[in-house]
């Protein structure tokens, strides 16, 4: 494949996804990395919760896919949004299924005004509330910064070396 638009697509769809995930972890904070069932904070409804139900997911699916596309290795995009669709599209069948046993009707009610996947203005234009500092952010995102800088540098050794 020739030509920039591959790497400059990518790029910009990492950077778009991490952004997304930044502004996602600074509404539900650290709380984001855990998966026991004993660490449970409110349900979160405020920044990109207010337009997407997954935020985080939909970030990692812009990164998987800016990497794809930037290792021009397109063939490579049906399998990774096939992995992605297994593994996230388990999680948040779990996920959904806790947060409705936990929270019951106020779930019901966001879960019918916030899509799952595919994100929309919201429905009121209150003002959004910060609940935790970026550099808490930026700390919890250190594993997911630091494997796109991975995955970045291979892809520089390859264009170097290929």
Do not use: C
Not at 9 to 31: D, N
Not at 72 to 96: D, H, S
Not at 99 to 122: H, N
Not at 139 to 154: D, H, K, M, P, Y
Request: hydrophobic content about 50%.
């Amino acid at each position: 494949m020739t030509g920039p638009w591959p790497v400059a697509t990518g790029v910009t769809l990492v950077a778009v996804g991490e952004l997304l995930r930044f502004w996602a972890v600074r509404h539900i904070g650290t709380i984001s990395r855990t998966r026991t069932s004993t660490r449970q904070g409110p349900l979160i409804t405020s920044g990109p919760f207010r337009i997407v139900r997954n935020p985080l997911y939909l970030g990692n699916w812009m990164i998987w896919t800016g990497l794809v596309l930037a290792s021009r290795l397109l063939w490579m995009l049906p399998v990774a949004w096939a992995v992605f669709a297994l593994q996230y599209g388990t999680m948040v069948i779990w996920e959904e299924a806790r947060l409705r046993s936990m929270f019951g009707r106020q779930y019901d009610r966001y879960a019918l005004d916030v899509p799952r996947w595919l994100p929309v203005p919201p429905n009121d234009l209150a003002p959004l509330q910060t609940r935790h500092p970026w550099r808490a952010v930026a700390f919890s995102e250190r594993g997911t910064i630091a494997a796109i800088a991975l995955v970045a540098s291979l892809l520089a050794v390859k264009a170097l070396v290929g």
